[in-house]
C-alpha cells in the first residue's frame, strides 16, 4: 500500500507502508557490491508454490538484489 502526497514539485512523493506486517522481521542482506545494508523494496509470489520472491534495494549504490525464500 502506498501513499501519494503532492508536493510543489512536478512528480510527488509516494511514501510506501511495510509490504507484510512480518516484513520488518526478515532478514535483509548486506549488498554485493559495496558491502552496505540492504532494505527490502518487495515481496512477491515466486514461480514455486509456497515460495515468494524477496527484492532488496541498496541506498548507497542502488544496487538490487533478489532472494527466493519458502513460505513460513
Known amino acids: 500500500m502506498f501513499t501519494a502526497i503532492l508536493t510543489q514539485d512536478p512528480i510527488p512523493m509516494i511514501l510506501y507502508q511495510p509490504a507484510i506486517r512480518h516484513s520488518a522481521s ?37 544496487h538490487i538484489e533478489t532472494a527466493v525464500r519458502k513460505v513460513a
Request: net charge negative; glycine share 8%; charged share 25%.
Open 26 to 62: 526478515i532478514k535483509r542482506p548486506t549488498c554485493s557490491k559495496c558491502g552496505s545494508a540492504t532494505e527490502l523494496f518487495g515481496i512477491e509470489v515466486a514461480d514455486r508454490p509456497g515460495y515468494e520472491l524477496l527484492t532488496f534495494v541498496c541506498p548507497e549504490c542502488e
